[in-house]
């Protein structure tokens, strides 16, 4: 499914650019390795998904119509282009365009009637917005047109023009509004200036505004063009009317899937607290407390059968190490070579994607660094809990199980990022980062710094021996729309605490640390800590993988 570019000739007399070096995005990006031929199933792979006769189809080969040279992400400017090789029978839905800080690759669906009535032509076009006017680096003049869709049908993307006429009515398709669903702003892909403007011109990436396991918006991969700070947006995505989930991979297919793109993890060469399988855990001696009978912890069988299933988080229950100050320690690291992944399966944007969420456990999380300016300095126990969830998301096309972007979660945050974006080893597998004693994860190695202004924690990653390849070791937990054929394990359903609140004097930890800091960085540092959520200074015991956020929604 490779990319490709032609160049119509420029119109206007514009400057266009005179560029020492090609830009990231006169490379197309393709995986590493050619897609595996999937197991055999239902719609998933087929190419194609039916909405509810309305079939469409994913195209990510493109003729560049026009592109600026100027103003957004980098500064380095954006390219648009209108989707190629669309098959017969279906119809362009909207233009495509993404920065060109990063090689071209993206997809933009196109539409088949296949019950007539659920696509027509439109009736005109609106001028949306010229860059005549623009004194920038550009190729030629672009012209962003607006489709005026007939009475119930609605309007899912834009078409660009290198020409001030108006496009042909027969370019693109309005889609019957009930097969349509109402979408937000998602990325900003380009403006005049070196940021958004909330005042001024901006194009930004859409997707459906409510995401999640049961909804069933669809993204159209097309963009919203808009002047100023507008309180709508002129265009819609579209929704998936089958509930059947039939485009969603099966259990062979998920096997199939995870092993082509399973990630490695790099832990950080100093790394003392290491990942492990949660019956390694269990039978090193992990132990349930319930309030009130603290003296009588009950150890935990492998699978969790005896925990507390269902309820809420209520301070009821919750889990520790054991007793034994030796056991301690040695459940403290981990062990590497018994870590096993869980895998949670998940529809998204309407079920054209499948989520692949991995969630790794480690048994405990290191003490925390921060840097305070040029000063680095260790935090005492602040950071430090028993039982750390961390996880990774891998989003993969249903139309040909495409591996298209990776979500790294970090400290109840995190951030997505295409597949051109990411490092390869080993074919397709992804690669990433676990930051030194915190584990969240990263991309690429380096410092990132939680905080602001010169303050924060810090986030080491590096690339060490100590690497989890977690295609070696792996378990599908939950795959809800694939009902009885995945048993979620016991310790999945335990919804309470997997450590027990801190036992250590917060506020003695930052007096220490604050004794070897100058003056007047003191206030800083106290405001700066006073700030973090308790689960990171290590206040609360965590929670596990379903009372996060996003094991029905989406990422953040």
């Not at 560029?19 to 995005?25: F, T």
């Not at 197309?28 to 469409?56: A, C, H, M, N």
């Not at 365009?97 to 933009?108: A, D, E, F, M, T």
């Not at 591996?403 to 690669?431: C, D, I, M, P, R």
């Amino acid at each position: 499914m490779g990319n490709c570019l032609s160049f119509p000739p420029s119109s206007g007399s514009n400057v266009v650019s005179k560029k020492s070096k090609p830009l990231p995005i006169e490379t197309s990006f393709k995986l590493p390795s050619p897609l595996p031929t999937w197991p055999q199933g239902e719609g998933f792979g087929y190419g194609t998904i039916d909405l509810g006769g309305l079939r469409v189809c994913q195209i990510s080969s493109f003729n560049k119509v026009w592109a600026t040279h100027e103003g957004g992400p980098d500064d380095l400017g954006a390219s648009f282009f209108d989707p190629w090789q669309i098959p017969q029978g279906f119809f362009m839905l909207g233009s495509y365009c993404q920065p060109n800080n990063r090689s071209l690759y993206g997809w933009v669906l196109a539409g088949k009637d296949e019950v007539g009535g659920t696509l027509k032509t439109p009736l005109d076009y609106t001028l949306v917005w010229s860059s005549e006017s623009l004194k920038i680096k550009q190729d030629g003049i672009g012209y962003i047109w607006l489709p005026t869709a007939p009475d119930g049908y609605t309007t899912v993307g834009v078409v660009v023009t290198n020409s001030p006429a108006k496009p042909s009515l027969e370019k693109i398709r309005c889609v019957r509004s009930d097969i349509t669903d109402q979408c937000e702003v998602d990325t900003w892909v380009w403006g005049p200036g070196k940021q958004s403007d909330p005042n001024g011109f901006n194009v930004f990436n859409l997707r459906p505004s409510n995401r999640g396991m049961q909804t069933m918006g669809v993204c159209v991969g097309t963009f919203v063009a808009q002047n100023g700070s507008a309180n709508s947006i002129s265009v819609a995505c579209l929704k998936n009317m089958h509930s059947n989930l039939s485009c969603m991979p099966n259990l062979n297919q998920i096997q199939a899937i995870f092993q082509a793109y399973s990630p490695r993890i790099y832990f950080h060469p100093d790394e003392e607290f290491f990942s492990s399988s949660i019956s390694w855990y269990f039978n090193n001696g992990a132990l349930l407390y319930k309030k009130g009978e603290e003296s009588n912890p009950i150890p935990i069988t492998a699978t969790g059968s005896n925990l507390p299933q269902g309820g809420s988080n209520d301070d009821s229950y919750w889990l520790d190490f054991p007793l034994d100050e030796n056991a301690r320690e040695r459940i403290k690291k981990g062990d590497l070579q018994e870590t096993e992944v869980y895998l949670h399966i998940k529809p998204m944007l309407g079920a054209t994607f499948t989520d692949i969420v991995l969630w790794m456990f480690c048994p405990f999380n290191g003490p925390a660094k921060a840097k305070v300016e040029l000063i680095n300095i260790p935090l005492g126990r602040i950071g430090e809990h028993v039982g750390d969830w961390e996880h990774l998301t891998l989003r993969v096309s249903n139309f040909n199980g495409e591996l298209w972007s990776v979500y790294f979660s970090q400290h109840s945050g995190g951030s997505w990022l295409n597949a051109s974006e990411l490092q390869f080893e080993s074919g397709n597998k992804t690669v990433g980062y676990a930051s030194w004693h915190g584990h969240a994860m990263y991309s690429k190695p380096g410092l990132v710094l939680q905080g602001n202004s010169g303050i924060g924690i810090r986030n080491d990653t590096a690339k060490s021996k100590m690497v989890l390849d977690t295609g070696a070791r792996f378990s599908v937990v939950a795959a809800e729309y694939l009902g009885t054929k995945v048993i979620e394990p016991p310790w999945l359903n335990y919804l309470r605490k997997w450590g027990p609140k801190t036992t250590y004097d917060i506020a003695e930890e930052i007096k220490q640390v604050e004794k070897i800091l100058p003056g007047k960085l003191k206030s800083a540092f106290e405001k700066f800590i006073n700030s973090l959520p308790n689960e990171v200074l290590g206040e609360e015991g965590p929670t596990g993988p379903k009372l996060k956020r996003n094991w029905t929604g989406d990422e953040v």
